[in-house]
């Protein structure tokens, strides 16, 4: 098969490419990431076949996503996986056209998961104004929600002026008929954020998370509607507000990337294009200076979205420097502005949060990854020296962060709020992104040059962002749970910064799976025994959590044996073993009282291995008809879903079985 001998080639390059660096130091310095090596600037031409992307083609779906998709990496080892991949397919009577496609669009058990954006395909009846206002809660339990919104939803509410706001409200509860309908479904937006990011949606359960599920889908009706009514293309006040809040909703629902963001996306910077956010105010007199400035925030926000979802979907952003020149909002308060300002004051020092300073922050970083977006999607190969100088300004923008949002530890913040906390980590975990979109193909090709050593600047980059990134999602994974110092920010962990932490595990599996990295080949295997714990967490909601674990399962399997992989996660284990003997539930067929541990079910395995060392393929046979006879018997309960989570584990002793023979 010449698809997988061309992946081997790709995997051997990727080995000699870290050979080349043995001395390769394994400590991250976080405080040390400002300046890029010294490293001439060299006419090297860079090979730009293996950054083609990859198509999947099938009766019902053509998709396509690029080289830098973590997707396209797991991709070469996938053919390699094909002994388990298949068999599980053929299990399940499902030809592998129909399996649906896992890396732009999985879906996940979530009540939401089945459903498209409204906006793009409908489900929604037309409504009066009238019909949508009645829709509201109470007014002292919209006061809480929109209260909640601009304490605790910083990602898109400094593009909202709080005191304009505020204004807009109490005339809102005055003459609730005297308002825009697109001001309604701004509204709702807020008040669908402010419930999406609740306390209560973590502790919520059955009835009360199904209950909570139905606002969400009332409140994003009630956007779509007013949008609709409002005719928003028409592109009136209020609607490039209110698309953005939209898009988000649709993007926190679920746990995985959702292809409609994309197209909800191009909505949004067609329409923000069409009202001339690209431009900068200044060249127009009549636009204030309070509304100048509330526009630069705006686009700064349609400017994160376009880079960080287009990377996520594997595909070119849609926004080209060359035709914006909107400059970076200013340092100000909400109350530093106000409706009669005649002249914007100076910028406050940059020592000093404000409520515009995380905006700031993020768009200089996002800046230096357009650039780095435009040269990796450009399908004509650049030469070493753009790559260089697209990471000296990487480096210049992430020494130009604001001192308040510059990196350090947990232990050095925790006298800081956790939206300073978690802004740091995102503002880090976009220097870690640009560093692997920019450096990672370095590790699948060999240099041209007479100089064997001449990336090896790009591959240490690369290697130390991909453990970089992992020691954030470590952190993340730790400090929002119950009493971390980020546990009410833990809504913001959101599928865009699980994309690059699954482009990190990728990229480190990749390298693992050759088995020659040298001196740094315990350093891999210790995190990604970390990150595979996380993945299993998460691998009950989310398709793509799930692929994860299951990837890093087979990779250190086959890397340091059964025996290695079930080393490491105590706290992973409990007393649990799913065995033909204990698969029992009670009488009205629950799963009540049952958990599943995949470290304890590889152990299981093993030791059903080990009794009957005679019979092993028979073994496990009999093994995997007995978890098909599980399913079947316990279909809709949540036995069933356990008995399913067992199934990667399976497949990684059944390989690691066959190869001893």
């Not at 993007?251 to 067609?270: G, H, R, T």
């Not at 001196?519 to 891999?524: L, V």
């Not at 007995?626 to 067992?646: N, W, Y």
């Amino acid at each position: 098969m010449p698809g997988v001998h061309d992946r081997l080639v790709q995997l051997e390059r990727l080995v000699k490419s870290i050979a080349s660096n043995p001395n390769a130091s394994s400590n991250l310095d976080f405080n040390n990431l400002n300046q890029p090596a010294e490293i001439p600037h060299l006419d090297t031409p860079i090979d730009g076949r293996s950054d083609r992307g990859i198509m999947r083609i099938s009766a019902s779906e053509l998709h396509y996503v690029g080289g830098d998709h973590w997707a396209a990496i797991l991709d070469s080892i996938a053919d390699l996986k094909d002994c388990f991949d298949r068999e599980e397919q053929l299990r399940q009577g499902i030809s592998p056209d129909q399996i649906q496609d896992d890396t732009g669009d999985a879906g996940n058990v979530d009540m939401h998961a089945s459903k498209h954006s409204l906006l793009l395909y409908g489900g929604y009846r037309p409504a009066s104004q009238a019909e949508i206002l009645a829709a509201l809660p109470p007014k002292d339990s919209v006061d809480r929600l929109i209260s909640r919104y601009f304490n605790r939803q910083e990602l898109v509410s400094s593009a909202i002026h709080g005191p304009t706001y505020l204004q807009e409200y109490e005339a809102f509860w005055a003459n609730p008929s005297g308002v825009p309908v697109v001001w309604i479904g701004l509204l709702f937006s807020m008040i669908c954020f402010a419930v999406l990011a609740s306390d209560a949606k973590e502790s919520a359960h059955g009835n009360e998370m199904e209950q909570q599920s139905l606002q969400i889908d009332l409140y994003r009706e009630k956007i779509v509607q007013s949008l609709i009514l409002g005719e928003y293309t028409k592109s009136a006040p209020y609607v490039l507000e209110t698309m953005i809040q939209y898009m988000y909703i649709e993007f926190a629902i679920d746990a995985d990337a959702k292809k409609d963001i994309w197209f909800l996306l191009a909505l949004e910077v067609n329409l923000a294009m069409r009202m001339g956010y690209h431009r900068d105010p200044s060249h127009f007199p009549g636009i204030s200076p309070l509304k100048s400035e509330m526009r630069r925030r705006l686009w700064a926000t349609v400017l994160q979205g376009d880079i960080l979802i287009s990377s996520q979907m594997g595909m070119p952003r849609m926004i080209s420097d060359s035709q914006c020149d909107t400059a970076e909002p200013r340092n100000l308060n909400d109350t530093d502005l106000e409706q009669d300002t005649s002249e914007l004051p100076p910028s406050r020092p940059e020592t000093e949060i404000t409520t515009a300073m995380s905006t700031i922050a993020r768009r200089r970083m996002l800046t230096a990854l357009g650039n780095i977006s435009d040269l990796m999607t450009n399908v004509k190969s650049c030469d070493y020296a753009e790559v260089m100088q697209a990471d000296a300004k990487l480096h210049k923008a992430a020494a130009s962060i604001p001192h308040p949002f510059k990196m350090k530890s947990m232990t050095a913040s925790i006298t800081d709020s956790p939206q300073v906390i978690m802004s740091r980590l995102f503002i880090r975990h976009l220097f870690y992104k640009g560093q692997i979109m920019l450096h990672r193909r370095f590790l699948l090709m060999e240099s041209t040059s007479v100089d064997e050593g001449l990336f090896s600047y790009s591959r240490k980059a690369c290697f130390d962002a991909s453990l970089g990134m992992l020691h954030i999602q470590h952190t993340l994974d730790e400090e929002t749970c119950p009493g971390g110092q980020l546990h009410m920010m833990r809504w913001r962990v959101s599928s865009i910064i699980n994309h690059q932490f699954l482009m990190a595990t990728m990229i480190l599996c990749s390298l693992l799976h050759r088995g020659q990295i040298l001196h740094r080949k315990e350093e891999i295997m210790t995190k990604l025994r970390s990150t595979r714990a996380i993945w299993m967490r998460s691998s009950s909601t989310s398709q793509e959590a799930k692929k994860a674990a299951e990837t890093v399962s087979f990779v250190l399997a086959r890397a340091g044996g059964v025996r290695d992989y079930a080393i490491d996660l105590d706290a992973e284990r409990t007393s649990a073993h799913i065995t033909g003997q204990n698969m029992s539930t009670n009488a009205s067929g629950s799963g009540a009282g049952l958990a599943f541990d995949g470290e304890a079910m590889l152990q299981t395995t093993m030791d059903l291995y080990e009794r009957k060392s005679g019979e092993p393929h028979q073994t496990l046979v009999e093994f995997t008809e007995h978890l098909d006879k599980q399913v079947e018997e316990h279909r809709g309960t949540r036995l069933q879903s356990l008995i399913l989570e067992a199934r990667p584990f399976q497949k990684v002793v059944v390989l690691s079985f066959n190869e001893r023979k």
